[in-house]
């Protein structure tokens, strides 16, 4: 069946531009998950989303980060006032409910911001 | 504040041989420890994942080694093979946190002919 898919698969932008990251997680998974993963680094918890729920926000490192989830499936990440340390790979991932069920990632949208 | 240490960063063995890679972590609370496995240009994908209640687990040629005591917890990679090459990355999450996993840095393994 079809796994979670994000796009754009890459995305260069110039300093100060704001972007939109989307992902499309697997149908029926009602949690859904954005990490950040740098160069080196590992994976960076941003935010969380369970069914109606409030989102858990915890890991968004400022308030240029923002994400929303429309209809329990398709979810935007958006950077505002992009910085060059933004630069980084984003990765979302579904699971098919809160608990220690397996988070399954997409791709990622590799982001370039120069 | 790095709740999971990943050790080594980069690894190299022939194949057959037996990589082991390392984690350690600080947050006594975590109770869910998987492996994730990641080639280049993919999103990461679950390898094999423990809970503390055991101490080892094994699934195929992946081994995860858990010592509570000492808050670490291993992979280990039998027979290694080429196609074994990849970035491997421990995580660790507690219940009722809504799962969201704290990641180790990576171990980047190639596995030589």
């Known amino acids: 069946g079809a796994g979670v898919s994000q796009s754009p698969s890459n995305k260069v932008t110039e300093k100060g531009k704001d972007v939109e990251l989307r992902c499309d997680p697997i149908?029926?998974?009602?949690?859904l998950y954005w990490y950040r993963q740098s160069l080196g680094q590992g994976l960076e918890f941003l935010i969380y989303?369970?069914?109606?729920?409030?989102?858990?926000k915890s890991g968004l490192p400022s308030d240029r980060f923002s994400a929303e989830r429309t209809g329990g499936s398709v979810s935007t990440l958006t950077i505002q006032r992009t910085q060059q340390e933004d630069s980084a790979v984003y990765l979302c991932a579904s699971s098919p409910s809160r608990g220690r069920e397996t988070q399954y990632f997409g791709p990622g949208t590799r982001l370039l911001v120069l | 504040q790095q709740q999971v240490k990943q050790s080594p960063q980069s690894l190299i063995v022939q194949k057959g041989g037996i990589p082991i890679i390392n984690c350690a972590y600080e947050?006594?609370?975590?109770?869910?420890f998987p492996w994730y496995q990641q080639f280049p240009g993919k999103g990461p994908a679950l390898l094999i994942a423990?809970?503390?209640?055991?101490s080892e687990k094994k699934e195929g040629r992946f081994t995860i080694s858990f010592n509570k005591s000492a808050k670490q917890f291993s992979l280990h990679i039998m027979d290694s093979q080429p196609g074994d090459s990849a970035t491997y990355f421990c995580?660790?999450?507690?219940?009722?946190?809504?799962?969201?996993?704290?990641f180790g840095t990576g171990t980047r393994l190639q596995v030589t002919l």
């Open positions: 423990i809970r503390p209640d055991v």
């Open positions: 149908s029926g998974h009602t949690a």
């Open positions: 995580a660790a999450s507690k219940t009722g946190t809504a799962s969201k996993l704290t």
């Open positions: 989303f369970q069914g109606n729920s409030a989102p858990d």
């Open positions: 947050n006594t609370a975590f109770d869910y």
